[in-house]
């Protein structure tokens, strides 16, 4: 396993809830993260671990093939990869989210 990818397993396992964003949970650098941000939110999530992956390109591109899912935002719970910011979505309005988050 690669540097980064190591890196990313260390964040995934020793976290409850990671975001990879683009931006911070205070200023999101798009819409989806700023979605995925205000879902979490929504759900009483409000301390969880975010990573700004436009800071660094390596795990901007490292997560991507940490989870094989091509796109930014992503979401971890409980060292297990949930989605991106339709599949939270899709998982808030069922409430199939905050019962997963309610059992971190």
Same mark, same amino acid.
């Given at each position: 396993? !690669?540097?980064?990818?190591?890196? %990313?397993?260390?964040?995934?396992?020793?976290? &409850?809830? $990671?975001?990879?964003?683009? +931006? &911070?949970?205070? /200023?999101?650098?798009?819409? /989806?993260?700023?979605? #995925?941000?205000? %879902?979490?939110? #929504?759900?009483?999530? &409000?301390?969880? #671990? !975010? $990573?700004?992956?436009? &800071?660094?390109?390596?795990?901007?591109? +490292?997560?991507?093939?940490?989870?094989?899912?091509?796109? %930014?935002?992503?979401?971890?719970?409980?060292?297990? /990869?949930?989605?991106? !910011?339709?599949?939270?979505?899709?998982?808030?309005?069922?409430?199939?989210?905050?019962?997963?988050?309610?059992?971190?």
């Amino acid at each position: 396993m !690669s540097d980064v990818l190591q890196r %990313i397993d260390q964040l995934v396992k020793s976290n &409850t809830v $990671v975001l990879f964003m683009k +931006g &911070t949970p205070q /200023f999101p650098q798009c819409g /989806f993260s700023g979605r #995925a941000v205000q %879902i979490l939110k #929504a759900c009483g999530v &409000t301390d969880y #671990a !975010s $990573v700004n992956v436009l &800071t660094d390109e390596e795990v901007r591109q +490292g997560v991507k093939n940490y989870a094989n899912w091509p796109t %930014i935002p992503q979401l971890y719970v409980n060292g297990a /990869f949930v989605g991106g !910011s339709d599949i939270m979505m899709e998982m808030y309005e069922s409430g199939e989210l905050a019962e997963l988050l309610r059992q971190e």
